[in-house]
């Protein structure tokens, strides 16, 4: 079986410098791989190459098998991939409601509208915003806003989703408790993730696998087993032994 996600010596340049070199990595179905790396070594970039927001100047990308980018083209666009996305500023259309937010990439699937209003509230009652659907997001708490970002990439039924950092603003507890959130959803609907992460343990929580990115280089790629010994051991080994069963993954190279 093809992996949702591939790409294959991937190369970026931007503005005349090298942003990624020659970066080879997969996402399987219902993976959760974890993006780490210092600041500036190019895991957002890496991330927009994936979601098809960017081209890469060499290397190919490809999504279920098919070809989704060569060098300098985008072959599938964004929204052809497959793919949710939360990124760090959540871009909630500050305009619509919770229900206006989630049903605006809902409504593009072409599903009637009585399915798409059961679809938006069974989300928001998964992601504890039950009640909440007419608010804009200026009514909201910044954990509650996190999980309407959340919910409006999981309502369309992604087969994966990319998440750049979309955590870091949240204070500790409400940072757990949404990571917690997050997997238990991911794993109900054996969505694959892409997590930009900066915190060791938070990737810990996470990750099946974690790949390493260093000025642009990937440097390292881990199995799970490797961050057993994490803070928050019993909620990895809680989350890993169920999704080890459910997703019978053999961990290994990219
Ligand atoms: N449009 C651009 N033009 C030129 N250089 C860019 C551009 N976008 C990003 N870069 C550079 O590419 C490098 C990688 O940036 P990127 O945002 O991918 O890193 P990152 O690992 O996500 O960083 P952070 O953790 O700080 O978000 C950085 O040195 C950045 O300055």
Request: overall charge neutral; cysteine-free.
């Amino acid at each position: 079986m093809s992996a949702l996600l591939e790409l294959e010596d991937v190369s970026l340049s931007l503005g005349g410098r090298t942003v990624l070199s020659d970066v080879s990595l997969s996402l399987h179905e219902g993976e959760a791989l974890v993006l780490a790396g210092p600041s500036g070594s190019g895991k957002t970039s890496l991330l927009r190459l994936a979601l098809g927001l960017l081209a890469p100047s060499l290397g190919s990308i490809r999504i279920g098998g098919k070809q989704a980018s060569a060098p300098g083209r985008i072959l599938l666009l964004p929204n052809e991939r497959g793919a949710g996305a939360v990124f760090q500023d959540l871009a909630l259309w500050p305009h619509l409601t919770v229900i206006g937010n989630l049903d605006f990439g809902l409504a593009a699937t072409g599903l009637p509208k009585a399915e798409r209003a059961h679809a938006i509230d069974t989300m928001l009652a998964q992601v504890g915003l039950a009640g909440l659907g007419h608010r804009r997001p200026h009514e909201l708490s910044g954990g509650q806003q996190q999980r309407v970002a959340l919910a409006r990439a999981l309502v369309v039924e992604p087969r994966w989703i990319a998440l750049d950092e979309p955590f870091t603003n949240l204070d500790i507890v409400l940072k757990a408790d949404i990571l917690e959130l997050l997997a238990s959803l991911l794993l109900a609907r054996n969505t694959a993730v892409l997590l930009v992460a900066h915190d060791p343990d938070e990737a810990a929580q996470f990750a099946d696998r974690m790949a390493v990115l260093e000025e642009g280089k990937l440097v390292q790629i881990g199995t799970r087993e490797m961050l057993a010994e994490s803070p928050r051991s019993a909620f990895v080994r809680a989350f890993t032994r169920t999704s080890r069963g459910r997703r019978g993954l053999s961990s290994g190279g990219p």
